[in-house]
């Protein structure tokens, strides 16, 4: 036995861990997924390696947080019994359900809360996005209890706490908690509906958690893992699984071009805008960019560069993926005439090359886009309907990886095209606060401050109440929206494709990826 296969020993007996053998006692299992994941093993510890999708989404198959997401995107009380906030914001109290279990039959408790609050915002859990969210914050318990206090009111901390998974880590030393990197690949006791079975470099199985609040119908799940979308999808076209999740509308047609295959649709936090630097000449007007904001027809991307199932039309700065807040979304009103009129009576004539000049300036700019699909393609269906009013407008494709620290945090961009995740709480500061800047924020306008939107984003960041949010977004949507910084366009989906017949399998339509496993306790062959 070696060093290393010591210390997986010794951790998974400190974490009262029973792997179990590869049993034949299945026939075969109810359900297979297969995951795309280029790390092998995959982590089961959701908050190692939680960058990765796969990792957080079969983190949300195995582990529950004290809120959760309902069927609007709203937080609700999941293993705690209920939220409340007190008057300055500051401080947010959540006693815990009682009766809650790990799978090995212990019970679930708040020192588990304290401990993983610790390890999320230790550098050791590696998700960077929630351990932002959690910066400052403390917390305490009394009897089940915990008390977390706040460095500052911040609304959005019920959404937060839909994005901590807890793990049972309350009674582990200071030395185990450190071995926990290291050990991601090893199964802890559960918390969600199903157990980790056994766990090999290309396939997770898993069983039901005994002790889950609802036992799920399917009693064997199996997640194969595949290092490409192509292999997932040849995998399956012949039947070797039964699901896999489409994030590309191309991704999606590859996998409904299979016979009996469905696809469920999710709409996920994430938007896409175009983006307008408000230094540039021409677009430094406002009636340029209130007319290019009525001359694009979503309508026609959608059904054109999404191939009709890629997203959601969005016109306000909130993600239809928010439904609770989203509902403020005003309908497209595109009217290419009606910005040609607008842009005539601002004195932007037709040249000779048939695009608009005033004076020495002519409509005329660069779209910088990331080579990610399908943004090229809406790039250029922008292209093409903003000709249609006598501005040109050429793409600029590059690199994926790089767009967002060489071309949008510096400002290096005329107009751009912009996929961003803003996570599950309408908090939009982040982008459109006149003082927002990188590494926590994108003043992606550039524009002159506005103290009637910063107030407006103010509210909306740290009221705690549904209706007085609901409220402040609509200041923020109607401020953003007349100055046109930017025009909303599209919230991206997602798709869960299931080939066969699988009773009950109801997916919801918002929430992402990690949401395709909520209602996965009614599925049944």
Same mark, same amino acid.
């Given at each position: 036995?070696t060093?290393?296969?010591?210390?997986?020993?010794?951790?998974?007996?400190?974490?009262?861990?029973?792997?179990?053998?590869?049993?034949?006692?299945?026939?075969?299992?109810?359900?297979?997924?297969?995951?795309?994941?280029?790390?092998?093993?995959?982590?089961?510890?959701?908050?190692?390696?939680?960058?990765?999708?796969?990792?957080?989404?079969?983190?949300?198959?195995?582990?529950?947080?004290?809120?959760?997401?309902?069927?609007?995107?709203?937080?609700?009380?999941?293993?705690?019994?209920?939220?409340?906030?007190?008057?300055?914001?500051?401080?947010?109290t959540?006693?815990?359900?009682?009766?809650e279990?790990?799978?090995?039959?212990?019970?679930?408790?708040?020192?588990?809360?304290?401990?993983?609050?610790?390890?999320?915002?230790?550098?050791s859990?590696?998700?960077?996005?929630?351990? /932002?969210?959690?910066?400052?914050?403390? *917390?305490?318990?009394?009897?089940? +209890? !915990?008390?977390? %206090?706040? @460095?500052?009111? &911040? =609304?959005?901390?019920?959404?937060?706490?839909?994005?901590?998974?807890?793990?049972?880590?309350?009674?582990?030393?200071?030395?185990?908690?450190?071995?926990?990197?290291?050990?991601?690949?090893?199964?802890?006791?559960?918390?969600?509906?199903?157990?980790?079975?056994?766990?090999?470099?290309?396939?997770?199985?898993?069983?039901?958690?005994?002790?889950?609040?609802?036992?799920?119908?399917?009693?064997?799940?199996?997640?194969?893992?595949?290092?490409?979308? /192509?292999?997932?999808?040849?995998?399956? *076209?012949?039947?070797?699984?039964? +699901? !896999?999740?489409? %994030?590309? @509308?191309?991704? &999606? =047609?590859?996998?409904?071009?299979?016979?009996?295959?469905?696809?469920?649709?999710?709409?996920?936090?994430?938007?896409?805008?175009?983006?307008?630097?408000?230094?540039?000449?021409?677009?430094?007007?406002?009636?340029?960019?209130?007319?290019?904001?009525?001359?694009?027809?979503?309508?026609?991307?959608?059904?054109?560069?999404?191939?009709g199932?890629?997203?959601?039309?969005?016109?306000?700065?909130?993600?239809?993926?928010?439904?609770?807040?989203?509902?403020?979304?005003?309908?497209?009103?595109?009217?290419?005439?009606?910005?040609?009129?607008?842009?005539?009576?601002?004195?932007?004539?037709?040249?000779?090359?048939?695009?608009?000049?005033?004076?020495?300036?002519?409509?005329?700019?660069?779209?910088?886009?990331?080579?990610?699909?399908?943004?090229?393609e809406?790039?250029?269906?922008?292209?093409?309907?903003?000709?249609?009013?006598?501005?040109?407008?050429r793409?600029?494709?590059?690199?994926?990886?790089?767009?967002?620290?060489?071309?949008l945090?510096?400002?290096?961009?005329?107009m751009?095209?912009?996929?961003?995740?803003?996570?599950?709480?309408?908090?939009?500061?982040?982008?459109?606060?006149?003082?927002?800047?990188?590494?926590?924020?994108?003043y992606?306008?550039?524009?002159?401050?506005?103290?009637?939107?910063?107030?407006?984003?103010?509210?909306?960041?740290?009221?705690?109440?549904?209706?007085?949010?609901i409220?402040?977004?609509?200041?923020?949507?109607?401020?953003?929206?007349?100055d046109?910084?930017?025009?909303?366009?599209?919230?991206?989906?997602?798709?869960?494709?299931?080939?066969?017949?699988l009773?009950?399998?109801?997916?919801?339509?918002?929430?992402?990826?990690?949401?395709?496993?909520?209602?996965?306790?009614?599925?049944?062959?």
């Amino acid at each position: 036995m070696t060093a290393s296969s010591i210390l997986v020993v010794i951790a998974g007996v400190a974490l009262g861990i029973a792997l179990a053998p590869r049993l034949s006692v299945f026939a075969g299992p109810d359900f297979r997924e297969g995951v795309v994941s280029a790390q092998r093993p995959v982590s089961l510890d959701p908050l190692i390696g939680a960058d990765t999708e796969t990792v957080h989404d079969v983190g949300h198959l195995l582990y529950r947080s004290l809120m959760r997401l309902d069927s609007s995107a709203f937080p609700r009380p999941d293993l705690a019994k209920s939220l409340t906030v007190s008057q300055d914001g500051l401080t947010y109290t959540a006693p815990l359900a009682a009766g809650e279990r790990w799978s090995n039959g212990n019970p679930i408790q708040a020192s588990d809360v304290l401990a993983t609050l610790r390890f999320a915002q230790s550098s050791s859990a590696l998700d960077t996005a929630l351990a /932002g969210s959690l910066l400052g914050v403390r *917390a305490t318990a009394s009897g089940p +209890a !915990v008390t977390f %206090t706040l @460095p500052s009111p &911040r =609304a959005s901390f019920g959404a937060t706490l839909t994005q901590l998974p807890i793990l049972p880590l309350g009674t582990l030393s200071r030395a185990q908690m450190a071995a926990l990197p290291s050990q991601a690949a090893v199964p802890m006791p559960t918390s969600g509906p199903y157990r980790v079975l056994s766990a090999e470099a290309t396939v997770v199985e898993l069983q039901t958690n005994p002790f889950a609040r609802t036992r799920p119908v399917l009693g064997h799940v199996e997640l194969r893992v595949y290092s490409t979308f /192509g292999d997932a999808a040849s995998a399956f *076209a012949k039947g070797d699984v039964d +699901a !896999v999740l489409a %994030t590309t @509308p191309q991704q &999606r =047609a590859t996998l409904t071009s299979t016979a009996h295959a469905r696809a469920h649709d999710v709409a996920t936090f994430r938007f896409v805008d175009l983006l307008f630097n408000e230094r540039v000449g021409g677009l430094d007007d406002p009636v340029v960019r209130l007319a290019i904001s009525n001359a694009i027809n979503r309508q026609s991307i959608l059904g054109g560069a999404l191939a009709g199932s890629g997203g959601l039309m969005q016109v306000n700065p909130f993600s239809e993926g928010l439904r609770w807040i989203a509902t403020q979304n005003p309908p497209e009103t595109s009217s290419p005439s009606a910005a040609s009129s607008a842009l005539d009576a601002d004195r932007w004539k037709l040249g000779p090359t048939g695009i608009r000049e005033r004076g020495s300036q002519a409509l005329d700019f660069t779209l910088k886009v990331a080579n990610a699909a399908p943004l090229p393609e809406v790039a250029k269906e922008l292209t093409e309907q903003l000709s249609a009013i006598g501005m040109r407008v050429r793409v600029e494709v590059v690199p994926s990886q790089s767009y967002v620290g060489a071309d949008l945090a510096p400002h290096t961009f005329e107009m751009a095209l912009a996929d961003w995740d803003g996570g599950p709480d309408p908090d939009v500061s982040s982008f459109w606060r006149s003082n927002a800047s990188p590494p926590k924020g994108f003043y992606v306008s550039r524009g002159g401050p506005d103290a009637f939107l910063d107030q407006a984003l103010d509210t909306l960041s740290t009221v705690p109440d549904a209706g007085g949010r609901i409220a402040a977004a609509a200041s923020v949507s109607g401020h953003l929206l007349s100055d046109a910084p930017a025009v909303f366009l599209y919230t991206p989906s997602v798709s869960y494709v299931i080939r066969g017949p699988l009773a009950g399998a109801e997916v919801p339509s918002v929430g992402g990826g990690a949401a395709r496993f909520d209602d996965i306790n009614a599925w049944r062959r």
